[in-house]
Structures are given as structure tokens and as C-alpha cells.
């Protein structure tokens, strides 16, 4: 690890930083079992002047104190210290915790500090900054090994498949007549109340009937947004938590799509919208459609602990200030239990064949939550099901509501939706921006436990998202337009021919790098689409774009084929403004990945090498095209 002085402070200086566990270099990373020891060496040049060099340690919501490093010797020009963490003193009873920590480098007439941009790469500044994170993780703590080096497939199921089937519309539920060109339901004015009541007609017999559609792409993972029953389209306000939508199918085609998909090796998760219910719902009951008595009808409705009043029974707390989304208040333990806990709604499912939860709007949900939650998933599954958490930001330390989360700890999630890699490869397509790339994904690995790295949910696009085609084919990505304009704006010939090269780049980033790529559907396959709600068109069945499709399903291969891309090590060889490499490591198989947004590039490979989409062998000296990309195997 290099550390280069602030130009402002020093110049020409540089010190070499080095950390290992167990014998294995660690340097890039900063998260650890908990029992880990960790030795710090750090080599100075004596032209520094530093005369001491101290770590400084916090624990989270603790006082600083400073550990001395130990001088041990004289390399050459260098004064080398050492220091060694033991996380078990530092954690305690607890097995597990969230430290900060910095350098400082004491001279005879100032003090420098190390700061980071990434928890990795060090720069010095006369202030305190940027100090590096170590977490601290249980020692048994790990992610499913299925889900590790899997390709996931995110379904909108309104808009996937109109597949055939026993369906049922329900309430004032209207089907739209036009699967191909038909416009999904908008607000004239973004926010506006909508009524989410029209469908398209996409339910669980159509996923079922392309399965092997899917398989050919090399999916093993099919996350589906919420199959509850519920007023609307996108079913984000449940009515039932026990009853599948009979638009959908019901009960019975999730049954037959579950049993299929398992028959082809593909897992099912479900989007567990837990943190509030809809108003048109059997425990809250707005609207007098459930034989219940609910929340909303009576202050001794069963359910009226479930929700919190300001004034009953007009006034009370709801998702965002959304009165069709009133929420659900997880104090009371009784409304916990009847998701997290033996007998709840979450082991009901899993017991039914589900493989897993993504949780929407993890950082609602309270630890009680899900830790509980967390518990029945690993007990009723024998630590098979996985537990994946909406959150937008690096989520190994994320404060949400003025709380500090402990997603990480070994007790709660196993991966999070992957928004930052977004900006990364946005900020690498867009912009150019090689740097922002880097020090993303630095990060992020230096961030988290290994087995949550290589799970991540890595994503370019989804259902809350312009479609990625869209983002990198329309730079304005109609920001002055309205919503009537919006509904049918497409980019043009040139504009679509450009992102398809984009997008195809942006593909080999999200299929490569540690972390589980999430297709959302239709984006292999060259779907439109600006905000929401125009970002959840009809897939185009029988209107796909074919080499996007033959990309996909290429890249799905070589994700079946190479080890590496399921637990391998992550390294970045290269990291210019403009051209970025990196690689991917595992037991003897080795992946280096080219990506070049600048000029044309000439790559020196030492070795024999093939790329690793054709077969075909590389040229030691390979030019990599503008907009360009290589992924080679030896």
C-alpha cells in the first residue's frame, strides 16, 4: 500500500504501509472475524522527521486512545514500526464491533494524519479526516455459497410474462389491452396521487413458461417483486402477507414456478415489504374491502397496536408521508412476531419453497427486527436462505435515522443492493471517471466481510431507476420534460446505437467484479425507459435486441465457467482517469478485466492469454478500442 504525502504538506516522500493475518497479506481489507490478529507494519523514511508513530483507535461511539507503534528496525533510508490488534481484546464478550483508526506521525515540530478517501490508500494532512473503518465480524459469521458466483435476475412481475394460467383480477383492477406499446399508468405532475390499478397482466405462470429462456442466459437466482395481494401493480402496499395475488396466479402458480425453477437449479427470492402495509389492507382496512376489522375501523381492532395515530383515525404515521402506505410499528412485539418469528409470515414462505428475502427499505426495519428475522431464516433453512437489505450507501457503517446499523455484525443481513457499484460504473461511463470507479469499489472490498463482497447485489438499474440504456443514452435524461413527454420519448438511432456499446462495457463491469450481477429484466434484451413509472414497460418478447441478448447470455457462461468470479481475490492492476484494469484470482484461475473509455490503448500482456467471451488467443501487445473492452483468461 502506498501512501503519498498532501502536496501542500510534503513532497517526493512516500511510506509503505503492510497489514497481515494468519500469514495472508491484508492490506486491502479491513474487515475481519472476530479473533483475528492483525499486524500493522509501517515502513517511514527518515527524511519524514517523524520521530513516533501512533495508531489511534476508537470504538464506535467511544473516546480515541493511542497505541504507540513499536520501532523495530532500520531498512536502508526507513524506520520500521509494528503493532498488533488483537480483535478479541478489542471486541470482547460482544464478538463483534466497529472500530476507527488513523496514523499519526509525530515530528519534533508538527503532527501529521493519515487520511483516506477509500480505507485503503493513505494520504497526510496537518488535520484529522478520513479515518480508516475496521470492522469486527462474528466468527462463524457467512453467506449462503450458492448465492456466491450466481447470476440474479430481477423480475417486475406485472410486466414480465402474460403466461397461460388461472388468474383473477380483483376490486377495481383493469388489464391494459396493449402488452407491446401500451404506456404504464403516470402522474401528469411526478408524486401526484395515482391509482396503480392497471395491469398488464404478467403473473408467476408467465415466469414459470420462460424459465428456460432464463436458464439460457445462465440465471440461477430470480428475485421477484412483491406477489402479495394488494391494490396496486407494483403490490408495494400489501393487503395479505398470507395470500399470493390471484392476478397473479395465487397460491398455485407459485407453487408450479417454484417447483420448476428449482427442477433447472434457480433459486426464488421474495421482496419482503415489511416495513409498512397498504391502507387497502386486512389490518388496516381504509377502505372496508377485508372481513377484518382493521386498524383504521376501530381503536380495538386487533390490529390497531400495529400503526401509530396522531389523531385516529385520519392522522397517522405512513412510509414517506404516503397515506395509501400507513406504517407498521415493530415495537409491539406482537406485530413483529407475525413476520420474524416460528410460525410468521417469513418462515411461511420459506417453508413453501422460497430461497430467500430482499428486504425492502432495510433501514426502517429495527435491529429486534431483524435480528429475529434473521434467526428464522438460518434455522428454518439450515443457513441456506438468504437475507438481502434495500440500502443505498456503504452499509458497513450506515447511520439511518440517527442510528448506527450493525448490518454486518454476523446477526442481521448477508448483502445489500449494490447502488454505490452503480455510481461507480456511471461515474466510469458517463464521465470518464476512472478515479470515482476506483475508489468505489476499493472501498467497498476494504468495507465488508469477504463473504458479503462476493455477495453483493450488484446492480445497474432497477424498478426505482431510469433503465440503464436510457441513463447512457440520454445525458439530460429529459430532467425539463413532462411526464406526457416522457411517456413516449425514445433515444434515437445514434443515441441507442452508442449506449448498446455502453451498456454492453457497463455488463462486463457488473459480471465481473466481486459481487452477484441483478439483471433487471428487459435490459438485456435493449428496453427504454425514463423514470418511474416508465422505467417498468412490458418485457419486448419476440422485439429483443439480439447481440444484447447473445452479450448476456456470453456473459452468463463465463460466469458458470470461472471460479474466480464466485470467491476470487479482487485486485485493480490499473487505475488511469480513463482505462481501468483489474483482476480476479481463485485456486489457479485467473481473470484480468480491460475497460477503456479513453483513447485507443495498446496493453502489454507477459504470458500466453485468450479472451476469455471467444476462446480466441490475444496478442501479447492487444489494442483495446475506445469504448472498448477485454476480459482475458490464461
Not at 44 to 69: I, N, S, Y
Not at 451 to 478: F, Q
Not at 488 to 505: F, P, T, V
Amino acid at each position: 500500500m502506498l501512501l503519498k504525502l498532501h502536496s501542500a504538506i510534503e513532497s517526493g516522500e512516500s511510506i509503505q504501509i503492510k497489514k497481515t493475518a494468519n500469514g495472508e497479506d491484508v492490506s486491502h481489507l479491513g474487515a475481519f472475524p472476530y479473533g483475528t490478529r492483525i499486524d500493522f507494519r509501517i515502513s517511514v523514511p527518515r527524511a519524514l522527521g517523524a520521530a513516533a508513530v501512533v495508531l489511534r483507535l476508537e470504538k464506535d461511539g467511544e473516546e480515541a486512545h493511542d497505541l504507540p507503534m513499536q520501532f523495530c528496525a532500520l531498512e536502508g533510508t526507513c524506520d520500521i514500526y509494528t503493532l498488533t490488534l488483537d480483535t478479541e481484546s478489542l471486541c470482547g464478550k460482544d464478538g463483534y464491533g466497529l472500530f476507527y483508526y488513523e496514523y499519526l506521525f509525530v515530528r519534533g515540530w508538527d503532527t501529521l494524519f493519515s487520511n483516506s478517501v477509500n480505507n485503503v490508500d493513505i494520504m497526510l494532512s496537518d488535520k484529522s479526516d478520513c479515518k480508516f473503518r475496521l470492522l469486527v465480524y462474528e466468527k462463524e459469521y457467512d453467506t449462503p455459497a450458492w448465492f456466491r458466483g450466481g447470476t440474479m435476475y430481477h423480475i417486475f412481475v406485472d410486466r414480465f410474462c402474460k403466461g397461460e394460467g388461472e388468474t383473477a383480477l380483483h376490486g377495481d383492477a383493469k388489464l391494459h389491452p396493449d402488452w407491446h406499446h401500451g404506456v404504464p399508468q403516470y402522474a401528469r405532475v411526478p408524486g401526484a396521487p395515482l391509482a396503480n390499478n392497471l395491469f398488464f397482466g404478467g403473473n408467476l405462470w408467465g415466469i414459470a413458461e420462460k424459465l428456460d429462456d432464463l436458464a439460457a442466459l445462465g440465471i440461477t437466482v430470480l428475485y421477484l417483486s412483491p406477489i402479495f395481494k394488494a391494490y396496486s401493480n407494483h403490490r408495494y402496499d400489501t393487503g395479505d402477507y398470507e395470500e399470493i395475488d390471484s392476478i397473479l396466479g395465487g397460491d398455485a402458480a407459485f407453487d408450479h414456478l417454484v417447483g420448476e425453477a428449482h427442477k433447472r437449479g434457480i433459486r426464488v427470492i421474495l421482496d419482503g415489504v415489511f416495513n409498512h402495509t397498504g391502507d387497502d389492507s386486512k389490518y388496516f382496512n381504509r377502505r372496508g374491502n377485508y372481513a377484518t376489522v382493521g386498524a383504521y375501523q376501530s381503536e380495538t381492532s386487533p390490529y390497531a397496536k400495529w400503526f401509530s395515530f396522531r389523531k385516529f383515525p385520519d392522522s397517522y404515521e405512513c412510509w414517506w408521508n404516503i397515506e395509501i402506505m400507513p406504517r407498521l410499528n415493530h415495537e409491539i412485539e406482537e406485530c413483529r412476531h407475525y413476520f420474524t418469528v416460528d410460525g410468521g409470515i417469513v418462515q411461511k414462505w420459506l417453508l413453501r419453497g422460497a430461497d430467500g428475502w430482499r428486504l425492502d427499505v432495510a433501514d426502517e426495519l429495527s435491529d429486534a427486527f431483524l435480528d429475529e428475522l434473521r434467526k428464522t431464516v438460518k434455522d428454518t433453512t439450515n443457513g441456506e436462505g438468504v437475507i438481502i437489505g434495500e440500502v443505498w450507501e456503504n452499509a458497513a457503517d450506515k447511520i439511518a435515522y440517527g442510528k448506527r446499523r450493525r448490518y454486518f455484525s454476523g446477526r442481521q443481513l448477508d448483502s445489500v443492493m449494490n447502488y454505490p457499484f452503480r455510481n461507480a460504473v456511471l461515474a466510469f461511463l458517463k464521465d470518464g471517471d476512472g478515479e470515482t470507479f476506483y475508489n468505489i469499489l476499493t472501498e467497498l472490498y476494504a468495507s465488508y466481510p469477504r463473504a458479503v463482497s462476493h455477495a453483493l447485489m450488484n446492480i445497474i438499474g432497477t424498478h426505482d431507476t431510469e433503465r440503464i440504456l436510457t441513463v447512457l443514452g440520454d445525458k439530460t435524461l429529459g430532467e425539463d420534460l413532462t411526464n406526457d413527454e416522457l411517456a413516449h420519448l425514445r433515444l434515437s438511432s445514434d443515441q441507442r446505437e452508442n449506449a448498446i456499446g455502453l451498456l454492453k462495457l457497463a455488463s462486463v463491469l457488473q459480471f465481473t467484479v466481486f459481487g452477484v450481477p441483478s439483471v433487471y429484466y428487459g435490459d438485456e434484451a435493449g428496453l427504454e425507459g425514463y423514470r418511474d413509472p416508465f422505467c417498468r414497460m412490458p418485457y419486448p418478447w419476440g422485439e429483443e435486441d439480439t447481440s444484447l441478448i447473445e452479450h448476456y447470455r456470453a456473459l452468463g457462461k463465463l460466469r458458470r465457467e470461472h471460479p474466480a468470479l464466485k470467491d476470487g481475490e479482487f485486485r485493480f492492476l490499473t487505475n488511469d482517469a480513463d482505462f481501468i484494469a483489474y483482476e480476479r484470482v481463485c485456486d489457479g484461475d485467473r481473470l484480468v478485466v480491460l475497460a477503456n473509455m479513453g483513447q485507443e490503448r495498446i496493453y502489454s500482456l507477459p504470458g500466453k492469454w485468450k479472451n476469455a467471451l471467444t476462446g480466441k488467443a490475444v496478442a501479447k501487445n492487444t489494442i483495446i478500442p475506445t469504448q472498448g473492452f477485454l476480459i482475458l483468461a490464461q
